[in-house]
């Protein structure tokens, strides 16, 4: 896990801004929903072609938070990458073709077939929770999923933001959720990217133009204080 803290002139600066240093006081459960990202074997599995590393260890927090979200009837979504193939062509050859390199693409767009997608083995899910695929780094950019229409048909408008990585596929989710004016939170603890650095420059900029920063016992304390926050 990131050991890493929102610096304080990042904090002081954002209190001069609004206020107050959070921008949400309160969740309300019935408005609320989790999005976990891309916790899956491409990126969560030793040795695999777009490893995370620090995304294993973000696994016991993940579990912690679901599990008390699902007690105050918070929905969860998780949210797998996939991308389609026919022979060496993509459905999205802008990436394959540039930011992989040839010794790897195959790899990766083979690791990413959607048939092979499922919630990483060290998760705990639940008969109730949504599994859906996105095709490019945001799950709302228009195409890349229907996450979108099955939190505006639950009657969300609060997001809570889990999985990897913090900077690219969580940032992107983040900021595309907040520009279609839903509140959105990014869980500190329950991200992971592959250095602190890079972590903590998405939670910076998060909470000063996109959204919240919370640890996940800070949202289940704002969400509903008499939530346990020992062991689930």
Known sequence: MHSVNIRPHIIERVTARRGKSHWFESLDSQRTALVVIDMQSTFCEAGAPAEVPTARSIVPNINALSARLRAAGVPIF??????????????????????????????????????????????????????????RYSAFISGSSSLEPMLRNYGIDTILIAGTKTNVCCESTGRDAMMLD?????????????????????LETFIQQFGDVMSWKDVVERLDPSLPLGPA
Not at 97 to 118: C, F, I, W, Y
Not at 182 to 201: G, I, P, Q, T, Y
């Open 78 to 135: 998780w949210v797998l990458h996939a991308n389609t193939h026919l022979g060496e062509r993509s459905d999205w050859e802008m990436f394959f073709n540039n930011v992989v390199a040839d010794d790897v693409r195959s790899r990766t767009m083979e690791s990413l077939l959607p048939g092979k997608q499922s919630v990483w083995s060290g998760l705990v899910t639940s008969p109730e929770d949504v599994v859906l695929l996105k095709n």
């Open 182 to 202: 839903f509140k959105v939170v990014m869980v500190s603890d329950c991200c992971a990217a592959l250095s602190d650095d890079e972590h903590l420059a998405t």
